[in-house]
């Protein structure tokens, strides 16, 4: 059967996902929520296609079955749980554990059965299982945004499922006999080329959509445990369970040496009010900081900068964009924290300290960036493109945000790995940043300089959605 979605030569894992998410909406194919962007679809007959999870002969012969929380795998849940089957659902983004065991109440009916396999009886009917329990696993179902019939899977970027199925392999919950089986629409099959592959990706055994049943053969081995260099400290603050995993690992005496994140700088930590400008800072500021710029300077730039721009709030991201902080016009975090701390606890102080920049970078400009989209997505893409740059100012707000590589080469690398980059259907430019100022603060030294006809824009009303106040700058 010929793919719905052609796939061009050339084409990344991100591209892969945009036109998947694209075609998804332009045809209509999903229910709830919507946009399907940044997710897992919910496409519209997930539940005939999740019946026949029970048709396949492992799902007969298995005990212990684990589902994703995905919306689209509700009807899979249902599935093992009117089979009394063991149904192990991941905690959500693995914020306070690995898995789930679901435990509907005794004589449970098929509607209380369903309303155990929602996303609500989740977390009304489970029971925590530890890294120690002695679990195993015999089939796996997992969403995804794409998938090939030779068995090769895109999921929607953050690498949960891999990371989940690391873990297992690493507490000896799955092994080679494990089926892996994703549940999608028939769009959602395309061709992925194998050289997007990489050692983590997880591949799949069977394919689940409203009209086919596909067993794909794949050849590719699965991960077989984590791959520490994969990931950063980071990561391991966002999910406490891997740092347990590392320690039993690293106690075990294996290699558990972590990667290198790229360093993402922030904005200034002005907010843009011409009176709060030259209120005296803590005396740790005098200091020059590790680009060269002394306090009295960039007081200086923040004035004048503050008399061309109306007042703005800056959103601030840890690094995935997942979980994101927010400094108010009276510049206070949403938990009341003040500005410095703040600053601190995001990227800068200590850690920006340890990780010294070189005194000349070359800076790349990224603009036309989509209302919403995260920074996590931006560094995916620019992962994917082997164009993660030694750091990131990110200023969502305004549709932009400033890379800084190593050289011109790194740059110009940079620029041509770029072009032609669409997230959530929307083209990005990129182009070398106006002003390249060796050591400064690519957000600060590459800032467009404000049309001086017309009146000052007013800023919009804040952008509610998540919790996040953001201001937008022309």
């Not at 894992?13 to 929520?33: C, G, H, M, S, T």
């Not at 690995?98 to 029971?127: H, W, Y």
């Not at 997942?322 to 108010?328: G, L, Q, T």
């Amino acid at each position: 059967m010929e793919p719905m979605i052609v796939i061009k030569p050339g084409a990344t894992k991100w591209d892969i996902r945009q036109k998947v998410w694209d075609y998804i909406e332009e045809k209509n194919l999903a229910n709830f929520p919507r946009p399907v962007h940044n997710r897992i679809p919910n496409f519209k007959g997930a539940f005939a296609a999740c019946a026949k999870v029970s048709e396949l002969q492992v799902f007969t012969q298995t005990a212990e079955v684990k589902v994703d929380p995905d919306k689209p795998l509700e009807g899979a849940r249902l599935e093992v749980l009117q089979a009394r089957k063991t149904l192990l659902v991941p905690t959500p983004r693995l914020r306070t554990g690995l898995f789930n065991k679901i435990t509907p109440p005794q004589g449970a009916s098929k509607e209380q059965l369903r309303t155990c396999s929602s996303s609500q009886g989740v977390k009304d009917f489970s029971v925590p299982v530890g890294l120690e329990a002695k679990v195993m696993v015999d089939l796996v179902v997992v969403g995804s945004v794409a998938v090939s019939e030779k068995g090769l899977r895109i999921g929607k970027g953050e690498g949960y499922a891999d990371m989940e199925y690391g873990m297992m392999a690493s507490m000896g919950a799955v092994n080679e006999s494990t089926v892996v089986v994703t549940v999608v629409h028939d769009c959602q099959v395309v061709d992925i080329p194998e050289e997007l592959m990489e050692s983590h990706d997880l591949t799949v055994d069977y394919i689940l959509t409203p009209t086919r049943v596909i067993k794909t053969n794949c050849g590719m081995p699965k991960p077989q445990g984590i791959i520490w260099t994969k990931l950063d400290t980071e990561k391991l603050e966002k999910i406490p369970i891997l740092k347990k995993l590392r320690a039993l690992e690293e106690q075990a005496g294996k290699d558990v040496t972590l990667g290198v994140a790229p360093v993402v700088a922030e904005p200034d930590l002005h907010t843009g009010q011409p009176k709060r400008q030259t209120r005296r800072r803590p005396k740790q500021n005098m200091q020059q900081d590790a680009e060269g710029e002394s306090k009295q300077e960039k007081i200086a730039e923040a004035e004048q900068r503050a008399r061309q721009r109306p007042a703005r709030v800056r959103k601030e991201s840890r690094g995935d964009g997942d979980h994101e902080a927010e400094i108010s016009k009276k510049g206070r975090g949403k938990r009341g924290e003040n500005i410095k701390e703040r600053g601190q606890e995001e990227g800068g102080g200590e850690a920006m300290s340890q990780r010294k920049l070189p005194l000349n970078v070359t800076t790349v400009y990224v603009g036309g960036i989509p209302a919403g989209l995260r920074v996590s997505e931006l560094k995916t893409a620019l992962r994917e493109r082997e164009a993660a740059p030694l750091r990131l100012t990110w200023q969502g707000a305004q549709h932009r945000a400033f890379l800084d590589y190593s050289d011109p080469q790194a740059a110009a690398q940079a620029l041509e790995a770029l072009q032609g980059l669409s997230l959530n259907g929307h083209s990005l430019q990129a182009e070398l940043a106006k002003s390249q100022r060796g050591g400064k603060r690519s957000g600060q030294s590459s800032r467009r300089p404000r049309p001086s006809t017309g009146p000052k824009p007013k800023a919009p009303a804040p952008d509610t959605e998540g919790g996040t106040n953001e201001n937008t700058e022309e």
